[in-house]
């Protein structure tokens, strides 16, 4: 866990979330496919290092308020799969050293050069890229075009808009 918005590593240079904050939370679909992403890359030596997963709608419009560009943000009129529970923002580490694999950018850049498909970085960073695309994708994961690290697990309609906190989640059982 690298949980960026429960600290100040982030583009906003604030907390979004409380200190304390060391888990995270995904739908249960969502997270049984994370595991077995996370699985497969355990043989290739690799872990996953999640910067976020759910995220409380008032942080959404806390972003969108600093953002409004619904490439990077998702407008609160709609929500965002990381309210419903179903998005995670991650990257890939080493499992033996946990140094994070050469991504073509960092986390949080909202440029053309974190889209899924930009090609003017070094072979190594889009390898890394592709290698994680390729994973998330087959366990049924779906790429956000614009940002390399996040991934949603299909959107059916099921799932609500949730603004619990994390010690209210803690509590709750969800589907």
């Known amino acids: 866990m690298d949980l960026r918005y429960a600290g100040k590593d982030n583009f906003l240079h604030k907390n979004l979330y409380p200190e ?33 997963a759910y995220r409380p709608y008032s942080v959404t419009i806390d972003l969108w308020n600093s953002i409004k560009d619904e490439r990077y943000a998702a407008n609160p009129a709609k929500g965002s799969g990381h309210n419903r529970g179903i998005s995670v923002d991650l990257t890939l580490a080493d499992a033996k050293t946990h140094k994070s694999l050469p991504m073509p950018t960092g986390f949080d850049n909202f440029s053309d050069s974190a889209y899924q498909n930009f090609t003017k970085v070094d072979s190594k960073r889009i390898a890394n890229r592709e290698l994680l695309k390729h994973v998330m994708e087959k366990y049924g994961f779906i790429p ?18 949730l603004d619990l906190s994390f010690q209210e989640l803690n509590s709750v059982q969800l589907r």
């Open 20 to 52: 304390d904050t060391h888990t995270t939370f995904l739908r249960k679909q969502a997270y049984e496919a994370l595991d077995s992403v996370s699985q497969e890359l355990a043989k290739r030596g690799l872990v996953l290092v999640i910067f976020d």
């Open 144 to 161: 956000l075009f614009s940002e390399w690290w996040h991934y949603s697990w299909p959107e059916t309609g099921d799932f609500e808009v």
